[in-house]
């Protein structure tokens, strides 16, 4: 079955570090960039960082910059992110997502179930 | 950045409704532009990219329209696993941005 599964989220302080994991199943994991997107509680959504195929190429949203870290392992099909110096405003269901490329820009087309991270003391 | 504008926020409708949702940009996108539904505790999952071009798998009831600034997702005859939120997003300019959401309920 084609799937991704996160993991590592729950109640952490304002200051303190979480690192997040998505186990991917049933397609060629080292062939997709990957994404992590967020979801605040009642909120839309809002794309976090994204990691090339051989993780080569990272991008990140301005408001993580410097605090989080996109990585994987290839031979795991796993994705990572580090998350440190955590901000109320970081709170939200975190989603791994399965990008694809169309065109200029990017789409994704297999989403996790998301877990959930809570900053707050 | 491109400012998204998606309308209505929330949408009453009765199943069998013929339902339209509303996405509107900042600055001409070409169609550059995705469709998400997302229900309750659930995952967001793809329904529409390039505008207009169907995911595999989704139901011929969903359509998409527009290029530029302006586009448009219209269900034609709802039905009860429709009623869930619905996302755009731009994939023109970096970062993918997202529009707040249509939660479409149930009249």
């Known amino acids: 079955e084609v799937q991704l599964v996160e993991s590592g989220g729950g109640l952490v302080q304002p200051g303190g570090s979480l690192r997040l994991s998505c186990a991917a199943s049933?397609?060629?994991?080292?062939?997709?960039?990957m994404s992590w997107v967020r979801q605040a509680p009642g909120k839309g959504l809002e794309w976090v960082a994204n990691?090339?195929?051989?993780?080569?190429?990272?991008?990140?949203v301005d408001s993580v910059k410097g605090r989080f870290t996109i990585s994987r392992d290839n031979a795991k099909n796993s994705l990572y992110l580090q998350m440190n110096s955590l901000r109320a405003e970081d709170t939200a269901v975190y989603y791994c997502?399965?990008?694809?490329?169309f065109g200029v820009g990017i789409v994704f087309d297999l989403w996790g179930r998301g877990t959930l991270v809570t900053v707050s003391s | 950045a491109i400012w998204m504008t998606q309308s209505p926020s929330l949408l009453s409708a009765s199943t069998g409704d013929r339902v339209t949702i509303s996405c509107r940009m900042s600055?001409?996108?070409?169609?550059?532009l995705a469709w998400y539904q997302q229900k309750p505790g659930k995952a967001p999952e793809l329904l529409i990219y390039?505008?207009?071009t169907l995911q595999s798998g989704v139901p011929s009831r969903f359509s998409g329209s527009g290029s530029g600034t302006d586009f448009t997702l219209t269900i034609s005859c709802l039905q009860s696993e429709d009623f869930a939120t619905y996302y755009c997003q731009q994939y023109y300019s970096f970062p993918p941005t997202f529009g707040q959401g249509t939660k479409v309920e149930i009249k």
């Open positions: 990691i090339k195929q051989d993780g080569s190429e990272k991008y990140y």
């Open positions: 390039a505008a207009s």
């Open positions: 049933g397609f060629t994991f080292s062939s997709y960039w």
């Open positions: 600055q001409g996108i070409s169609s550059y």
């Open positions: 997502a399965r990008v694809t490329i």
